[in-house]
């Protein structure tokens, strides 16, 4: 089993920057990708940022440039991602939640979540 946290949401103004952190415990080392994802208000759930245990990374078309997401940062058995968000717009708001891929057993995959942490740009 893969448990994920959220932290580092909050409040800011039209071109500033947060980080959020994502940190995963538990069986970690069977965990095949970390990624950020999504929610605004009367929106679906969209992908940000995802990165792969190999180190690949993709990021959504409205974010590349902007947001950054680091790869896999191990320490005292816990997997640590984060996720830099530059030039935030007003766009950007909304609850951003983490997202752990990891094997329960050889054959299959599931998917932890964390419980979400609010990003709100505005002046």
């Known amino acids: 089993q893969v448990q994920v946290v959220e932290s580092g949401g909050g409040l800011v103004q039209p071109g500033g920057s947060l980080r959020l952190s994502c940190e995963a415990s538990?069986?970690?080392?069977?965990?095949?990708?970390m990624g950020w994802y999504r929610q605004a208000p009367g929106k679906q759930r969209e992908l940000v940022a995802v990165?792969?245990?190999?180190?690949?990374?993709?990021?959504?078309e409205s974010v590349k440039g902007r947001f950054t997401i680091s790869r896999f940062s191990r320490d005292n058995a816990k997997n640590t991602v984060y996720l830099q968000m530059n030039s935030l717009k007003s766009e950007d708001t909304a609850v951003y939640y983490c997202?752990?891929?990891?094997?329960?057993?050889?054959?299959?995959?599931?998917?932890?979540w964390g419980q979400g942490t609010q990003v709100t740009v505005s002046s």
């Open positions: 997202n752990a891929q990891y094997y329960s057993d050889s054959y299959t995959m599931v998917d932890a």
């Open positions: 538990g069986n970690i080392f069977s965990i095949n990708a």
């Open positions: 990165v792969t245990a190999g180190g690949s990374i993709n990021y959504a």
